[in-house]
């Protein structure tokens, strides 16, 4: 293999290295190539950057080699580029959901789960509960997502479904219905649907980004009233 290629090849990849490093992507082979631009081979540049089905071992030109090498460069970069903004994509919390986390205590038969994806300006949910099997308490008749630590107390910021003609009027999105004793509800919420229930606690009505912020920062829980136990029969902690 002779020079030139060699060295188009290194100072080209140098430069890409120069975009990659900031990401603090571990790239060893491409660190120790780029600080001996000399050392690097071709055999480097495939051995870290192309499947092993061999393909580029039975290309016959130099110059096609080097257009193949830097196709399968490129699309490295660009999928260490795309690497910060998974980084930011959705993210998704979840809740068991049981008496024993409701304040006061309480000993229920039935459970729950709660999950969600929480996007720009959206928390898309879903929330499933069984198990009210107990006369007195197996009516379900609202739930909501609270802002409190665990362990506390604290405002409505969001309406899951309620049966009791509570719900947030328009723009908030309608609010469902309970099904009293087992279900799986989905839904999307929105910055209209944040209530002003935790208005005390420095959440007003509309402000979706601190909803958001306490979800993440595990300040805000799942709760679920039944006509038995209206502050809660089930409940879980989002995390
Ligand atoms: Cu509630």
Known sequence: ?????????????AAIRQNVAPL????????????NPRALDFRDVWA?????????????GEGRLVMKTAKIVSSMVLALL???LIALADTTVQATLSGYDEVTTLSSPA???????????????????????????????????H???????GGIVLFLCTNLGNAPPPPASVTQVCPQVSARLTGTLG????????????ISAG?????VRAIRAGAAYVNVHTAARPSGEIRGQLQ
Do not use: R
């Open 82 to 84: 795309a690497l910060p």
């Open 191 to 202: 910055p209209a649907d944040v209530v002003a229930g935790a208005t005390s606690q420095g």
């Open 24 to 35: 603090a992507v571990p790239a060893a082979p491409l660190h120790a190539a780029a600080a």
């Open 111 to 145: 459970s729950g789960q709660f999950k969600a994806k929480i996007g720009p300006n959206t928390i898309q949910y879903e929330l499933t509960y069984q198990g009210f099997t107990d006369p007195d308490t197996q009516t379900v008749v609202q739930a909501h997502i």
């Open 1 to 13: 293999m002779n020079q030139m290629p060699v060295l188009a090849e290194a100072g080209w990849f």
């Open 48 to 60: 870290h950057t192309a499947s092993h089905d061999g393909s580029i071992l039975t290309v016959e």
């Open 147 to 153: 802002f409190g630590a665990p362990g506390i107390n």
């Open 207 to 211: 402000d979706f980004d601190a909803v």
